[in-house]
T-cell receptor
Framework: DTGVSQNPRHKITKRGQNVTFRCDPI?????LYWYRQTLGQGPEFLTY????????KSRLLSDRFSAERPKGSFSTLEIQRTEQGDSAMYLC???????????????FGAGSRLTVL | GNSVTQMEGPVTLSEEAFLTINCTYT??????LFWYVQYPGEGLQLLLK?????DKGSNKGFEATYRKETTSFHLEKGSVQVSDSAVYFC????????????FGTGTRLLVSP
């Protein structure tokens, strides 16, 4: 088990370009989450999947953002027409969800840092 | 709504000093509480957790007690090391069925030899 892997680790792009980030979760984990962390702030929830189904999206996720998890394994987060305000660290996490009760422990990846010039 | 408030940093200590990082929360329902740590260049790692009132989470010499009456989950360590230098995040999740984490803004700890 190599943990949660995210690629690329750092992406620099010009305003208006599209970018895509990939997340490979821990293999037996059925849930996958995307968070965004801006400088000096804590991570903020964006969206999550259970298997291939996207079950919730934050209002932070504008229509320029799209996330997929087509086979219930890896996930991609695409940002279209990037803006300078999109500059942030994009964090992926995964977990094995069994029941609604109890603490569902998330394992985070190291993140993908986006810089929009 | 649900929110977490942490003390602002950085917290600067000498090695072997006592550490307290304050965390208070506001939540609907009965949250689970967490402390995550982020070392430079690495992902967030779960440090400890508590799932109900009066529970004490502990790991690597760190402790935090879930205090419902004061809505607090303060992080403590009796003797810090240089290797504890990192950013510490307090977080909660409300058991709504998918357990979204709500984080505080983080507190940077700097420990000098």
């Amino acid at each position: 088990d190599t943990g949660v892997s995210q690629n690329p680790r750092h992406k620099i792009t010009k305003r208006g370009q599209n970018v895509t980030f990939r997340c490979d979760p821990i293999s037996e984990h059925n849930r996958l989450y995307w968070y965004r962390q801006t400088l000096g702030q804590g991570p903020e929830f964006l969206t999550y999947f259970q298997n291939e189904a996207q079950l919730e999206k934050s209002r932070l996720l504008s229509d320029r953002f799209s996330a997929e998890r087509p086979k219930g394994s890896f996930s991609t987060l695409e940002i279209q027409r990037t803006e300078q305000g999109d500059s942030a660290m994009y964090l992926c996490a995964s977990s094995l969800f069994r029941t609604p009760s109890g603490a569902n422990v998330l394992t985070f990846g190291a993140g993908s840092r986006l810089t929009v010039l | 709504g649900n929110s977490v408030t942490q003390m602002e940093g950085p917290v600067t200590l000498s090695e072997e000093a006592f550490l307290t990082i304050n965390c208070t929360y506001t939540a609907t329902g009965y949250p689970s509480l967490f402390w995550y740590v982020q070392y430079p260049g690495e992902g967030l790692q779960l440090l400890l957790k508590a799932t109900k009132a009066d529970d004490k989470g502990s790991n690597k010499g760190f402790e935090a007690t879930y205090r419902k009456e004061t809505t607090s989950f303060h992080l403590e360590k009796g003797s810090v090391q240089v290797s504890d230098s990192a950013v510490y995040f307090c977080a909660l999740s409300v058991n709504t069925g998918f357990q979204k984490l709500v984080f505080g803004t983080g507190t940077r700890l700097l420990v000098s030899p």
